[in-house]
């Protein structure tokens, strides 16, 4: 049997849910991440029946402190090797820095920083072992800004960043490569969850689930360093260079605190 495994945390939506079909129908073997049991029941049984593969998950709270640890235990124990890791899961949250309790910031850094290095720290080893190995980080077109009524959110994802393109070089002598994924706004449930007041707004430019995740997906397989979906956004990454701090900051406080 097949033991090597794609392992995608935060499966059972969004864009690790797209991601997710899109390694099923390569034939990848998946191992899933996410604290919904029964939706990772319902994947299991429909995606293995359709797509002639091995489906294992684990349903767990990634922004608990040792929830990391626990899935690189269920690894070892079920003698799994993971070919590729996607560090998917992540969370956000509007607002004034002060309007929040410190424990959703907790949460947030726990989620979107620690669960993902820790991850990556686990299986990172035994990529290099054998000499292969692709990983694909969640960051996001926050990562190049200054994050006003965001600022915590902001700061997670251009800690993404930076660690991702740090590995990318670390590693590319291990034939491992290491992808940061910068979407923009995207249709899931981010907004919502994120108690935007500019939800409205936000859905209407958003681009869908299953757009990022091709795209993400196709960068990864390349070995793409960074990614940016879409025209509109690589096109303001871009600009974003050339823009004083100061500028950007006002800017982003206007769109945050719409």
């Given at each position: 049997?097949?033991?090597?495994?794609?392992?995608?945390?935060?499966?059972?939506?969004?864009?690790?849910?797209?991601?997710?079909?899109?390694?099923?129908?390569?034939?990848?073997?998946?191992?899933?991440?996410?604290?919904?049991?029964?939706?990772?029941?319902?994947?299991?049984?429909?995606?293995?029946?359709?797509?002639?593969?091995?489906v294992e998950y684990i349903a767990i709270d990634l922004s608990l402190y040792d929830s990391a640890e626990k899935v690189f235990?269920?690894?070892?124990?079920?003698?799994?090797?993971?070919?590729?890791?996607?560090?998917?899961?992540?969370?956000?949250?509007?607002?004034?820095?002060?309007?929040?309790?410190?424990?959703?910031?907790?949460?947030?850094?726990?989620?979107?920083?620690?669960?993902?290095?820790?991850?990556?720290?686990?299986?990172?080893?035994?990529?290099?072992?054998?000499?292969?190995?692709?990983?694909?980080?969640?960051?996001?077109?926050?990562?190049?800004?200054?994050?006003?009524?965001?600022?915590?959110?902001?700061?997670?994802?251009?800690?993404?960043?930076?660690?991702?393109?740090?590995?990318?070089?670390?590693?590319?002598?291990?034939?491992?490569?290491?992808?940061?994924?910068?979407?923009?706004?995207?249709?899931?449930?981010?907004?919502?969850?994120?108690?935007?007041?500019?939800?409205?707004?936000?859905?209407?430019?958003?681009?869908?689930?299953?757009q990022v995740a091709l795209i993400g997906y196709n960068g990864l397989m390349k070995g793409k360093r960074v990614v940016v979906?879409?025209?509109?956004?690589?096109?303001?990454?871009?600009?974003?260079?050339?823009?004083?701090?100061?500028?950007?900051?006002?800017?982003?406080?206007?769109?945050?605190?719409?």
């Open positions: 049997m097949n033991k090597e495994y794609v392992l995608i945390t935060g499966a059972t939506s969004g864009i690790g849910y797209e991601l997710m079909l899109l390694f099923a129908k390569s034939k990848n073997n998946l191992l899933l991440v996410s604290r919904n049991k029964e939706k990772l029941k319902d994947i299991k049984l429909n995606i293995e029946k359709k797509y002639k593969i091995n235990s269920f690894i070892t124990s079920k003698k799994l090797k993971i070919s590729i890791l996607v560090n998917n899961s992540g969370f956000g949250w509007g607002g004034e820095f002060n309007s929040s309790s410190i424990d959703r910031y907790q949460d947030m850094i726990n989620l979107n920083i620690l669960s993902l290095t820790k991850l990556t720290y686990f299986i990172l080893p035994d990529m290099k072992k054998r000499k292969r190995g692709k990983i694909l980080n969640l960051a996001s077109v926050a990562a190049f800004l200054p994050g006003p009524y965001m600022s915590v959110y902001f700061a997670t994802k251009a800690y993404v960043l930076s660690f991702s393109e740090a590995l990318f070089f670390e590693n590319i002598k291990y034939n491992i490569t290491v992808t940061a994924l910068c979407p923009g706004s995207t249709k899931t449930n981010f907004a919502s969850v994120a108690h935007l007041k500019n939800q409205k707004s936000f859905d209407s430019s958003a681009m869908s689930a299953k979906t879409g025209i509109l956004n690589r096109l303001s990454v871009f600009i974003i260079k050339f823009v004083p701090h100061n500028i950007l900051g006002k800017i982003i406080t206007r769109i945050n605190n719409y």
